[in-house]
């Protein structure tokens, strides 16, 4: 019989310690954001039972302290007072969470980099 002269592409070598170190290093990476969002949202949580717990003590006061005869204009300060407060906790809040999500966002851009790096290699 003759020999076919019918020629197939040749196929790079696939590496597959590499693809395994791909995959393991976007596991590891996800393990890291999980953590992240994890550790961000324990933070907010303590804080916001503080936060219940101080309002509950703030209230509980203004009651105590509370004296009809008093003028409205003497609890403004007081009045003034908390809402400078509840402002500082949600600005707090906000910058905390612009904080959480740009570490996730470094994470996530970090090993996507890495990973474009990685397969260009692979294809190589």
Avoid: C
């Avoid at 393990?31 to 717990?53: M, T, Y």
């Avoid at 300060?77 to 402002?87: M, N, P, R």
């Amino acid at each position: 019989m003759a020999k076919s002269s019918i020629s197939y592409p040749s196929f790079p070598a696939f590496n597959f310690d590499a693809a395994v170190a791909l995959q393991k290093a976007n596991v590891e990476a996800a393990v890291q954001v999980q953590k992240i969002l994890a550790d961000a949202f324990q933070a907010a949580w303590q804080q916001h039972v503080k936060r219940v717990e101080a309002w509950k003590v703030q209230v509980e006061s203004a009651f105590k302290a509370f004296d009809p005869a008093k003028k409205p204009e003497a609890y403004a300060k007081d009045a003034q007072s908390a809402v400078e407060g509840v402002i500082a906790e949600a600005k707090s809040a906000v910058e905390q969470g612009v904080k959480t999500h740009s570490e996730v966002a470094q994470v996530l851009s970090d090993r996507f980099v890495a990973n474009l790096n990685e397969l260009k290699s692979l294809a190589a």
